[in-house]
């Protein structure tokens, strides 16, 4: 089964307007941590957010924001106010406390990402 | 601060082939990962260490092979280069267990 999963292969909004982009995953810890990063067209990877299952509430950073439904596992991104930058592959991903053998040690399980396109 | 720093950038290699893609970090972070991306998908993790000494498979490891002598550095080698392998790979650190992983730039590597 997918650990991650981004349904929305691409997207697009109008430059100006908030979007929002689907992430569900799949665990059976308590204790597990979800990000989100942005990779822009030159291919680097760049974290935007980061949300643990024990926060009470929403991460927030300028004008990113996770919209974290536990109960759904659900993760999905808001990105407000979009600008023409914003258009990249944008990619959830997940680190667990721990999996078969032990800890995890940090490892990410990423999403198959999605394509957001800005337009003017 | 440099941060995670890979070479090459770009590389074409012909079947069988052996090369090393090099990463270092300068943040003292004890943790490295190595991933692939191939085109439209998401990254999979080849081979992760914890600490100089230290190194483990991750979901595809196969055709590859790491070491992890210093803090600082952690190659990865593609024994007998094989079309399946081309692809994008980034090397990425963390200080902590639990802390978000720093990506290198990326080296895009095509096997003919």
């Known amino acids: 089964a997918q650990k991650i999963t981004q349904t929305q292969p691409g997207m697009f909004v109008q430059e100006k307007e908030a979007v929002t982009l689907d992430c569900t995953y799949d665990?059976?810890?308590?204790?597990?941590?979800l990000f989100w990063y942005k990779q822009p067209s030159s291919g680097e990877m760049i974290f935007l957010i980061y949300?643990?299952?024990?926060?009470?509430q929403n991460a927030t950073e300028g004008r990113y924001s996770l919209n974290f439904q536990k109960a759904r596992k659900s993760a999905n991104l808001v990105i407000s106010a979009s600008q023409l930058g914003d258009s990249a592959m944008y990619f959830c991903?997940?680190?667990?406390?721990?999996?078969?053998?032990?800890?995890?040690?940090?490892?990410?399980?990423f999403g198959q990402g999605t394509i957001l396109t800005v337009h003017p | 601060n440099a941060g995670v720093t890979q070479t090459p950038k770009f590389r074409i290699l012909k079947i069988g082939q052996s090369m090393t893609l090099q990463c270092t970090q300068d943040?003292?972070?004890?943790?490295m990962y190595w991933y692939r991306q191939d085109p439209g998908m998401g990254l999979k993790l080849i081979y992760y260490?914890?600490?100089?000494?230290?190194?483990d498979k991750g979901e595809v490891p196969n055709g590859y092979n790491v070491s992890r002598s210093t803090t600082e550095d952690f190659p990865l080698r593609l024994e007998l280069a094989a079309p399946s392998q081309t692809s994008v790979y980034f090397c990425?650190?963390?200080?902590?267990?639990?802390?978000?992983?720093?990506f290198g730039e990326g080296s895009r590597l095509t096997v003919l």
């Open positions: 949300q643990g299952s024990y926060d009470e």
């Open positions: 665990t059976s810890d308590q204790s597990y941590g």
């Open positions: 991903a997940m680190r667990e406390a721990t999996n078969a053998g032990g800890t995890s040690y940090g490892k990410l399980t």
């Open positions: 260490s914890v600490g100089a000494g230290i190194t």
């Open positions: 943040m003292n972070h004890n943790y």
């Open positions: 990425a650190s963390s200080l902590v267990r639990s802390g978000e992983l720093f």
